[in-house]
């Protein structure tokens, strides 16, 4: 069995990933089993930089092979933000709802044509003695005027998935990681895994 660190205390997340790993033969660690685990500055530029930086601090100090992912929200109208500020958008102290508020603040004078937004992520794996891979996700949706359905966490409450007829907060768990940009880039580690020398 291959044990993999998921570097995050983001409850929502490792819900997320756990459920999309449950059927194979893989151990899923979080940083709650490491304490002595820092907490990593995401102070890059891209998805790709934060993600890589979180995946090999972390698989230094555990010594375990880790997974990391930063993924976020980017809005066409707001010239991609929040982008890799998606979960401090709204300041230091941040939550989804002070995050929802903001982003719903921002767009208010935004056409329903024009509130085109996608949910982008990077996730990136770190094994022993071998380079940091990347792997990515993307999903394409519309940005709503108030939030619909309390599945999900995040933006999922307001992100239209006009395909389904239904926000990414509606749907339910096992639908939405098979279309998510976590469920994406997730997949592509798991064929990854079964296919490198561990």
Known sequence: MIELVVATRNKGKL????????????????????PEAPEVEEDGDTFASNAAKKAETIARVTGLPCLADDSGLVVASLQGRPGVHS????GTNANDHSNNCKLLEEMALVPEKQRQ?????VMALCLPDQ??????????????SQSQGDGGFGYDPLFWLSEFDCTMAELPLDKKNSISHRGQALRQVVEYLFTAKL
């Open 117 to 121: 937004a996608a949910f982008c992520c």
């Open 131 to 144: 380079p940091t891979r990347l792997f990515g996700g993307r999903v394409e949706g519309l940005i709503l």
């Open 15 to 34: 819900k997320e990933i756990r459920r999309l790993l449950e059927s194979q033969d893989i151990s899923v660690l979080s940083l709650d089993n490491f």
């Open 87 to 90: 979960a401090r958008f709204s």
